[in-house]
């Protein structure tokens, strides 16, 4: 895990924080997030058949799953992040999930952070050697014994939003902060 630190000492000193990725490398930072269990977070995940699995694995590592997204109930779970946020703290988003496009920040990311006064920490991942599967996002699975990197952004702040220009323009700011971090393969 790598630039950590900050972000963690936010949220000791009461502070809130929303950990941010791509829907293409979440999946090698679910057996190192379990870490984050005590703090019981939020994670919010699709109502599809492929989300069933992943709330299961979230679940069981000590992650809250609230289960929504842009295409089916997402309003809902919206809220409830927004609550489960302001209560525990610490809540992640998969920015682009679950269809797309890749490398696309969905705006809900940006209502959630600002609604629940929380920072958003953009987080990113990589691995020595993974396979790359042929999706709409060229979703990432390391393999096996290889090295795994987490490696967390600057925290940004959401507090600054007071107009429909801002939210677009720190909308656009993430996304332009996160893109290049994507892996083409």
């Not at 490398?25 to 058949?49: V, W």
């Not at 842009?70 to 809540?91: D, N, Q, V, Y």
């Not at 991942?125 to 790359?132: D, K, N």
Request: glycine content about 8%; overall charge positive.
């Amino acid at each position: 895990m790598e630039n950590e630190a900050p972000w963690l000492d936010h949220l000791s000193k009461g502070g809130r924080v929303l950990l941010c990725t791509w829907h293409q490398q979440f999946a090698p930072a679910i057996r190192y997030f379990k870490k984050y269990s005590p703090y019981n977070p939020g994670l919010m995940i699709s109502r599809s058949a492929d989300g069933e699995v992943i709330a299961g694995v979230a679940n069981r590592t000590g992650w809250y799953t609230v289960r929504g997204s842009s295409s089916r109930g997402g309003r809902a779970a919206l809220h409830e992040m927004i609550e489960r946020l302001k209560e525990t703290g610490l809540a992640a988003h998969i920015l682009d999930g679950p269809r797309g496009p890749a490398g696309i920040v969905k705006p809900g990311v940006i209502y959630l952070a600002n609604a629940a006064g929380a920072v958003i920490v953009p987080f990113y991942a990589s691995a020595r050697s993974a396979w790359y599967f042929n999706s709409w996002d060229r979703f990432m699975l390391p393999k096996p014994f290889t090295r795994v990197t987490i490696r967390f952004g600057d925290m940004i702040s959401c507090s600054d939003i007071s107009s429909q220009e801002d939210f677009e323009q720190k909308r656009i700011f993430l996304e332009a902060t996160m893109r290049p971090s994507l892996h083409c393969a």
